[in-house]
């Protein structure tokens, strides 16, 4: 008998990465470069698809401007915002965005996972912060994946670990749905409709065969059953 599963992505699905991720972005690409980007141009080159990772969108901007700084300067940099001298940078600007009770509903009938581009330490961070009674498992991040999203590795990974598992991929990237394509998983996509350019990444799940579109997490539960 198959296990049904949840698998979630965390930033703009579990976390809002307005203040955090979000504006570690566009910090850095200022600091490297003067240039002031937008959400509006992050949303645009994330629905290309192939930037889930920031540091990818940042070092664009970076050698669009032929500034010489390598790849690694640039993601230290943003990871220093992010965290600050002792996680007290943008870190403690995050808020979860999963109303209360939702997710030990589903623990009842799913069993749920994380599928995250975050590094290790900085999903278990928020998750112990904002979600402590939920037992994610597994939990799968960027250090455990040879290729990023929009690459399946991760959830083929849970699927090596729970090879009866049936997935349900929630996320709110163009990666994520097309990570949850190539390995054969449903896909519920999220766009609230304030976010920008919100009808074009909502056209773009359907096309791509996402199974619903939602505004946010709290509207997955009646899609799930």
């Known amino acids: 008998m198959s296990v049904p599963m949840v698998i979630f992505d965390m930033d703009g699905v579990l976390i809002d990465p307005t203040r955090t991720f979000r504006l570690a972005l566009i910090e850095t690409v200022r600091h490297f470069t003067g240039i002031e980007i937008a959400s509006e141009d992050i949303a645009r080159i994330k629905n290309e698809g192939g930037y889930n990772d920031n540091s990818a969108i940042a070092m664009l901007y970076v050698r669009e401007a032929g500034v010489d700084a390598s790849s690694d300067e640039v993601r230290q940099y943003g990871r220093k915002l992010y965290w600050g001298e002792n996680a007290d ?3 403690l600007n ?7 009770g939702l997710l030990e509903r589903l623990s009842a009938t799913y069993r749920l996972g994380i599928f995250t581009g975050r590094a290790m330490p900085a999903a278990l961070h928020s998750l112990r912060r904002f979600y402590p009674g939920i037992a994610f498992d597994p939990i799968v991040t960027s250090e455990q994946c040879a290729n990023l999203k929009p690459a399946p590795d991760g959830l083929l990974n ?5 090879p009866d ?5 929630v996320g709110d990237n163009i990666d994520d749905c097309k990570a949850a394509n ?3 998983a449903r896909f519920v996509g999220i766009v609230h409709p304030s976010a920008p350019r919100a009808a074009e990444t909502a ?16 509207d997955i539960e009646r899609r799930l059953q």
Do not use: K, S, Y
Request: hydrophobic share 55%; charged share 25%; aromatic share 2%.
């Open 182 to 184: 190539g390995a054969g």
């Open 89 to 91: 940078g943008m870190i």
């Open 94 to 100: 995050e808020r979860r965005l999963a109303e209360d």
């Open 203 to 218: 056209r773009l799940f359907r096309e791509l065969g996402a199974a619903a579109v939602v505004d946010t997490v709290n």
């Open 165 to 169: 598992a049936a997935l349900t991929m």
């Open 158 to 162: 849970i699927l090596q670990r729970i």
